[in-house]
């Protein structure tokens, strides 16, 4: 299944898993700004074609994110445009943040055969569940964090006041994000009953394959993923401005 699918096309499916609350178009990139929650929704999305100099464009680029008291950052994959953007980055600077992140797919059948049990699922976003997951990330703009999680056709699982995640329809995709569970939580099956309860909600949206993403040595999640079904795609990694 992953050497079937192109890597740009997946990459604008996973583009719609987080659209940022502000984000502007420059000459085939997308800047994206939602006040520092999540590295997708606060760098470049540089997969489209342009025409104008590379340079001009960085440099644009980086007065925008500046402007806005963000570090500038670009989420690179090899369908980065154009070709020696990434190159480009670590000449003027740029090197990379954090580990790579495994973007991960799979048949969405093999997903409910590789999970068990059930969560409460509602396709209306309400505070509880925003303060779980933003409080897992640190983050006290509930607001902000609203503001991305809310677009698309989504729906929200959870288990109690314990464990959340969300899943995403776009054309025949799951997009499976925001999954958390507290410390104190873990180990219980949650994460299994939460993909299961996703991917069946996906199934009823008319979805036949899913996608993740989870960063490289986040073994407990890789695990659970792994024995979901999912198998890696592609990486990307961020390239920030030093």
């Given at each position: ?16 898993l987080w659209?940022a ?5 420059l ?11 999540t ?6 999305w540089?997969n ?10 960085i ?23 154009p ?5 480009m ?23 409910i ?11 209306l976003l ?23 999680l809310?677009?698309g056709?989504?729906?929200f699982?959870?288990?109690?006041d ?6 995403v ?12 569970t ?15 309860t ?11 394959r899913?996608?993740?993403?989870v960063?490289?040595?986040?073994v407990?999640?890789?695990m ?12 990307y990694r ?5």
């Amino acid at each position: 299944m992953p050497s079937a699918i192109d890597l740009g096309a997946l990459e604008a499916v996973a583009y719609e898993l987080w659209v940022a609350p502000e984000v502007e178009e420059l000459d085939g990139w997308r800047l994206r700004f939602a006040h520092g929650l999540t590295g997708r929704a606060n760098s470049v999305w540089p997969n489209g074609d342009g025409s104008g100099l590379l340079d001009e464009r960085i440099e644009r680029v980086e007065g925008w994110y500046r402007a806005r008291f963000q570090p500038v950052m670009f989420q690179i994959t090899d369908a980065a445009r154009p070709a020696g953007l990434d190159s480009m980055l670590e000449e003027r600077g740029y090197g990379f943040r954090g580990e790579p992140v495994s973007v991960r797919v799979a048949a969405l059948d093999d997903v409910i055969d590789g999970t068990a049990g059930e969560a409460e699922l509602t396709e209306l976003l309400d505070d509880a569940w925003v303060a779980l997951w933003a409080g897992s990330r640190r983050f006290e703009r509930l607001d902000v964090a609203r503001a991305l999680l809310a677009g698309g056709r989504s729906a929200f699982a959870r288990v109690g006041d314990v464990a959340v995640g969300r899943g995403v329809a776009v054309g025949d995709w799951l997009g499976v994000t925001s999954m958390a569970t507290l410390p104190e939580a873990r180990r219980r099956g949650y994460g299994r009953a939460i993909l299961q309860t996703l991917a069946r909600w996906g199934r009823a949206e008319g979805c036949t394959r899913a996608l993740l993403q989870v960063e490289h040595g986040n073994v407990a999640a890789e695990m659970l993923y792994e024995g979901a079904g999912f198998v890696a795609h592609h990486d990307y990694r961020y390239r920030l401005l030093r």
